[in-house]
C-alpha cells in the first residue's frame, strides 16, 4: 500500500524500544522530518538523555513538555471529583494520561506547521483509541500514523533486530519480563509473565508502594483538606495539585496502600490482566467519598453514584473529548462546589481507613440523628410514611390473593 505524503510527523516518544524504531521506520517510510515529542506527566528517570536518544535515533526536532501540573489539575482531579473507578477498581492512571499527552501533541503540530501525529500504541490495545480518538477531535484533518498496524513487523524480537541493523541506541532485550507505564498517577503492569491471571506478581516488582507486610508496624494518621471538590492541603501544608499528589503517593506508598492486581474488559474487545500502583489516588479516593458522605444531598449522592460507571467507561474508552464526558463532567463539578472540608484517615500494611470527617458545610444534624431524647423529629410521623411506601406493595399483595 502507497504511504500518504506528509511533509512533517510529530511522534509521541518515550525513549523506549517502539518508539526509538517507529522513530526511524518513519523517516525510512516517509521520507520526511520527525519531531519527537514528550510529555513529562511524573516519568521520573525514564526521560534522562531522550534528546539525545531522539535525535541520534534521527529526530529533526525534540519538545519535552512538563505538564505535571497541568496533567493532575486539569484531568486527574477533574476525573476524581467524579469518583471514577473503571469495573469497580481501575482509578484510570494510563487512561487519564493520553488526553492530556494528545493535546500538548496537536499544539506541537501546530507550532511545527506538522500535518501527521504518530504514536507507539498497538493494535491490540486500547491506546491507539485513546489518541487518535483525542488528534481526531482537535483536528478532524489530521493525518493519523499508527506502525504497528501497518508494518510487517509483529513482535519485539523483530523491533530489536530492526534497532540493530539500522543502529538505533535501545537497551531493551527480548526477555523483559513485563511491560510498565508510569506517571504521577499511578504505574501499571501487564504483559509477559502477567499474561497468566493465575500467577502472582513478583514482589520485586512493585517501585511505588512496600510490601503491606513489610510496611510500618504503627499506623499513619493523615488530614487532607479538600476545597470546592478539590485537595488543596495535606496536614495543614498548602499544596499545587502536583505537589500534593507527589506527597501523598509517597506517604500512602510507604504504607503499601495502592495495589490492584485485575483483570479487565479492553474496549478493543479482549480481557487483559493488568496490575496497577495508585499510593496517593487510592487515598484521595477514599477521602472524597467520606467528605461527599457529610456534604451531598441524598439524591445527588446517588445520582452521582449512578453516572460512575458510565463516567468511567468514557474514560477508559478514550472520550475525554466528547461532548457527553462535558456534559457529566458540567454536573459533577455542580455537585463538587459543596464537597469542603476535612478528612481524617489512618494509613496501615495497605489500608485505608477513615476515622473522621467535617466540614462547615455538614448536611449531618446531630439533633435529627441522636438516639438519645430529641425536640425536632416526630418519630409518630414515620407510621404515615411507612404505609404510603408500603401502598404499592399492599395493593400488589391484594392482586395476588393476599389477606
Known amino acids: 500500500m502507497k504511504e500518504k505524503k506528509v511533509n512533517r510527523i510529530v511522534l509521541a516518544y518515550s525513549g523506549g524500544l517502539d518508539t526509538s524504531v517507529i522513530l526511524r521506520w518513519l523517516l525510512d517510510t516517509y521520507h520526511c522530518p520527525v519531531t519527537a515529542f514528550v510529555a513529562d506527566l511524573g516519568q521520573g528517570e525514564e526521560l534522562d538523555n531522550l534528546e539525545d536518544k531522539a535525535r541520534a535515533t534521527g529526530a529533526d526536532s525534540f519538545h519535552l513538555f512538563d505538564l505535571r501540573e497541568e496533567f493532575v489539575r486539569d484531568y486527574v482531579f477533574p476525573m476524581f471529583r467524579a469518583n471514577a473507578l473503571y469495573e469497580g477498581y481501575y482509578l484510570l492512571g494510563t487512561s ?17 506547521s506538522a500535518d501527521a501525529v504518530s504514536h507507539g500504541a498497538t493494535g491490540k490495545g486500547n491506546d491507539q483509541v485513546r489518541f487518535e480518538l483525542a488528534y481526531l477531535a482537535m483536528d478532524p484533518g489530521i493525518t493519523v500514523i499508527a506502525p504497528w498496524r501497518t508494518w510487517d513487523m509483529r513482535s519485539r524480537s523483530d523491533l530489536i533486530r530492526y534497532a540493530r541493523e539500522k543502529g538505533i541506541p535501545v537497551t531493551s532485550t527480548a526477555e523483559k519480563p513485563y511491560s510498565m507505564d508510569r506517571n504521577i498517577l499511578h504505574l501499571s503492569f501487564e504483559g509477559g509473565i502477567l499474561e497468566d491471571p493465575w500467577a502472582e506478581p513478583p514482589k520485586e516488582m512493585f517501585l511505588l508502594t512496600v510490601d503491606p507486610r513489610d510496611a510500618p508496624d504503627v499506623p499513619e494518621e493523615i488530614v487532607i483538606t479538600f476545597d470546592s471538590g478539590d485537595p488543596v492541603k495535606v496536614d495543614g501544608t498548602s499544596m499545587s495539585p502536583g505537589e500534593l499528589l507527589a506527597h501523598l503517593n509517597v506517604t500512602a506508598g510507604r504504607n503499601g496502600v495502592g495495589r490492584v492486581d485485575l483483570v479487565e474488559n479492553r474496549y478493543v474487545g479482549m480481557k487483559s490482566r493488568g496490575v496497577y500502583e495508585t499510593p496517593g489516588g487510592t ?16 439524591e445527588v449522592m446517588h445520582l452521582k453514584d449512578e453516572w460512575i460507571p ?9 472520550l475525554w473529548f466528547s461532548p457527553e464526558r462535558e456534559m457529566l463532567q458540567a454536573a459533577v463539578d455542580e455537585a463538587a462546589r459543596g464537597v469542603t ?7 496501615y500494611k495497605g489500608n485505608v481507613t477513615v476515622t473522621g470527617r467535617r466540614s462547615e458545610r455538614s448536611l449531618y444534624d446531630e439533633r435529627f440523628a441522636t438516639f438519645e431524647e430529641d425536640r425536632v423529629y416526630s418519630q409518630a410521623d414515620a407510621e404515615g410514611f411507612i404505609r404510603l ?4 406493595l399492599r395493593i400488589r399483595s391484594l392482586m395476588q390473593g393476599g389477606r
Do not use: F
Not at 487515598?283 to 441524598?298: N, P
Open 96 to 112: 487519564i494520561a493520553r488526553p492530556c499527552i494528545a493535546k500538548a501533541q496537536m499544539d506541537v503540530v501546530k507550532s511545527e
Open 283 to 298: 487515598v484521595l479516593y477514599h477521602a472524597r467519598r467520606a467528605l461527599e458522605s457529610l456534604t451531598l444531598d441524598r
Open 310 to 318: 458510565r463516567y468511567a467507561t468514557l474514560v477508559y474508552n478514550g
Open 341 to 347: 472540608g476535612e478528612v481524617r484517615l489512618k494509613l
Open 389 to 392: 411506601n408500603a401502598l404499592r
